[in-house]
């Protein structure tokens, strides 16, 4: 069973940013608290009671129409980013995101960001505000919000971070800066090397 690493620079960088529906709660590195499991745990969270080891598969629509399925991009770390239109937070956390993406998108990570169509205000209005934001990481449309339901999604933005062999490896509630989404992904390089050692 593996144990997940502590890291204090990721325990406390939600104390202060809010979401959509209410204030970001801390959220803690995932802890296995079933010591008979072989789950790796994810982050307990009050806004969450999903438990797996790996992230749920699931195929989604790009907004070329393209399907993306979570399962083609092991082998990579991914963020994958629940968010809306009208969200402000969301608003707030998609500039870092694309400026995360773009300095990282050929070091092995990606971000795949499904806005909550069906809570939105239609593809017109993400079409918009993708080229108003000049994303150019992959945003699918969760039309049915079956994706969102399936990640028991409470709260926008939400964000799972998954390691390269598909594995939840935390869980973060809020808008998250660069710098975050950084220190995230060293969190998991340094566990996955840390296994490996």
């Known amino acids: 069973m593996k ?3 502590s890291d204090p620079a990721i325990e406390n960088v939600n104390q202060t940013e809010g979401v959509a529906s209410g204030i970001g709660q ?3 590195p995932a802890k296995n608290t079933n010591d008979n499991s072989k789950k790796t745990g994810i982050i307990e969270s009050s806004h969450s009671s999903l438990d797996v080891e ?9 907004m070329n129409g393209d399907p993306i399925n979570l399962s083609d991009l092991r082998g990579k770390i991914v963020i994958l980013n629940f ?3 009208w969200c402000p ?4 956390e998609m500039p870092h995101m694309q400026s995360f993406y773009e300095k990282n998108k050929d070091n092995g990570v990606e971000i795949i960001a499904v806005n909550l169509t069906a809570l939105d205000e239609g593809k017109q209005a993400v079409e918009k505000f993708v080229n108003e934001y000049g994303l150019t990481f992959p945003v699918v449309l969760d039309e049915n919000g079956s994706v969102g339901k399936l990640y028991e999604i ?5 964000s799972y971070i998954i390691d390269a062999e598909g594995r939840i490896f935390q869980k973060f509630v809020g808008s998250m800066d660069e710098q975050i989404m950084e220190d995230m992904i060293k969190s998991i ?3 996955d090397g840390e296994q490996e050692g």
């Open 89 to 92: 937070p969301c608003r707030a």
């Open 154 to 158: 409470l709260t926008i933005p939400t």
């Open 26 to 28: 801390p959220v803690e």
């Open 3 to 5: 144990e997940k690493v």
């Open 54 to 62: 790996f992230a749920p598969e699931f195929t989604l629509s790009d």
């Open 83 to 85: 968010w809306a239109t």
């Open 189 to 191: 390089q340094m566990y």
